[in-house]
């Protein structure tokens, strides 16, 4: 290959003479993929089955030298960037077409401290990953619902998860980031150092640079009681009645959901996830009432090790599948929310849809608005639609009814949306960006744009533009 033609971010091509590629490779320890090269298609591969991008070229990184080295090379020519760490961000912005995949996924060590009780996580690790590491110690941090989700894209857009009750979100624990910036210069932000930074990498996503290290803070986190209550779709309404008045009084320990699934026994049904962090007693007495309505058809809540908790979404949530998700938070959730909730469900067109209502709370909804990027701590509750099917002949029916759905819930919406939770949305535009952090905080957002990446070379996530 003499030269390589590759997308600029001014919508043109450039063409890469062959020795700036290979000097590009020289300088890696990690290793230079091409389309054709051995483990280019696998390594292009991300989550959504419904994102199939070919990179001009892949990065795959074994440290920072290699990430600056990359950011360097695609800064001078102004190249179509994308930046993947664990891949498992419904929009897919961890691949890009024809330009420069920077590919992190080789760097997934976690190194735990347990006597400062912290621990520090490469940018390519997943939650799997760092809850192996810390459990290993009885310790933990609020991570994601899935163990393949990856630390990087989670923590940045704010992280919800089981945890967040009692310790707050994701992005709430990072003590410092390790970042390059479009300059291809490493900084660390920390409450110290760049503390505008900071600010801004706490839910403002990819926007600043490529993250290579978190340092998170960690918490003792013996098992918990914790497992699922399944109720069929006829009785759902009045089970979610209960819920819902269970959730508005529960202690900052509870992490809870409801969710509607389809069972591989009981076909469609309402399921309500209840994690108790604390003692296992307390757990089990605080939960009887739920347990005693119904009774449910499936009752599995016991003491059950963090780890394995982590993981119960996992076989749910497949790499491969077409995905497309719709989100809010809500203001409320009165009966007649629920009950247009149960016949969406109702109509799903595969039972590979789903939808979930996360209960937003205690520790996570008492840190001050203005303390991170992330907004919206004050709503109780986040909606997420997830049409989900096998085939690419189900695409309209199953993203009509993702849409629909969503739609018809607005009424029960508030303005925000949880920035981890967005597709493309090109057919909104940049509006539903705003209203992942109001005018206010994507103005400052906007402006820390501006120090870090005046060029925008990092726009394949949900992009804050440099302001003037």
């Not at 591969?45 to 070919?54: E, F, L």
């Not at 789903?354 to 008492?366: L, S, T």
């Not at 009814?401 to 819930?409: D, N």
């Not at 949306?417 to 905080?441: F, I, M, W």
């Amino acid at each position: 290959m003499s030269t390589l033609t590759i997308a600029t971010n001014g919508h043109s091509i450039a063409t890469i003479p062959s020795e700036s590629i290979d000097a590009l490779g020289a300088e890696l320890r990690g290793r230079l993929l091409l389309p054709g090269d051995a483990d280019y298609d696998e390594a292009r591969r991300v989550w959504n089955g419904m994102i199939d991008r070919r990179p001009a070229m892949i990065v795959r990184c074994a440290g920072v030298s290699d990430v600056m080295a990359a950011v360097r090379f695609a800064g001078a020519q102004d190249l179509v960037v994308a930046v993947k760490g664990g891949g498992h961000n419904i929009a897919g912005n961890a691949v890009c077409q024809d330009g420069v995949m920077i590919d992190l996924s080789p760097m997934r060590s976690v190194y735990v401290d347990p006597q400062a009780r912290t621990a520090r996580a490469e940018g390519g690790a997943t939650w799997g990953d760092f809850d192996a590491a810390t459990q290993a110690f009885g310790l933990a941090t609020t991570g994601g619902l899935i163990s393949t989700t990856g630390v990087a894209g989670l923590t940045l857009g704010g992280g919800i998860g089981w945890l967040m009750g009692s310790y707050g979100l994701a992005c709430d624990n990072v003590l410092s980031f390790d970042v390059v910036t479009a300059s291809g210069a490493p900084v660390k932000a920390s409450a110290e150092q760049n503390p505008e930074l900071f600010w801004g990498l706490k839910g403002g996503g990819g926007n600043f640079g490529v993250v290579t290290s978190f340092e998170f803070r960690l918490f003792p986190v013996a098992p918990l009681f914790a497992g699922m209550l399944l109720h069929p779709l006829e009785r759902a309404v009045d089970a979610l009645e209960r819920f819902h008045a269970f959730v508005q009084e529960a202690p900052d320990e509870v992490g809870a959901l409801a969710g509607f699934v389809t069972a591989p026994d009981a076909g469609p049904v309402l399921a309500l996830i209840l994690v108790y962090n604390g003692p296992v007693e307390d757990g089990e007495r605080l939960f009887a009432p739920l347990r005693a309505f119904g009774p449910p058809i499936l009752d599995n809540l016991a003491a059950t090790p963090y780890r394995v908790i982590q993981t119960m979404f996992d076989a749910g949530a497949p790499a491969g599948l077409r995905n497309y998700w719709k989100s809010s938070f809500l203001k409320a959730l009165p009966r007649d929310a629920m009950k247009i909730l149960v016949e969406r469900f109702r109509q799903a067109p595969s039972p590979r849809c789903k939808m979930f209502v996360e209960c937003i709370g205690g520790e996570a909804g008492r840190i001050a608005r203005e303390d991170t990027a992330f907004d919206h701590r004050h709503s109780p509750f986040n909606l997420l639609i997830l049409g989900g099917w096998e085939t690419e002949s189900g695409d309209a029916q199953n993203i009509a009814w993702t849409r629909e759905t969503w739609k018809v819930m607005q009424p029960f919406a508030c303005e925000g949306v949880y920035v981890n939770y967005l597709n493309e949305e090109t057919d909104e535009g940049s509006a539903r960006v705003e209203a992942a952090y109001g005018p206010q905080k994507l103005a400052r957002l906007a402006a820390l744009k501006a120090r870090y990446d005046p060029g925008n070379l990092f726009r394949m996530n949900q992009n804050v533009r440099p302001s003037a």
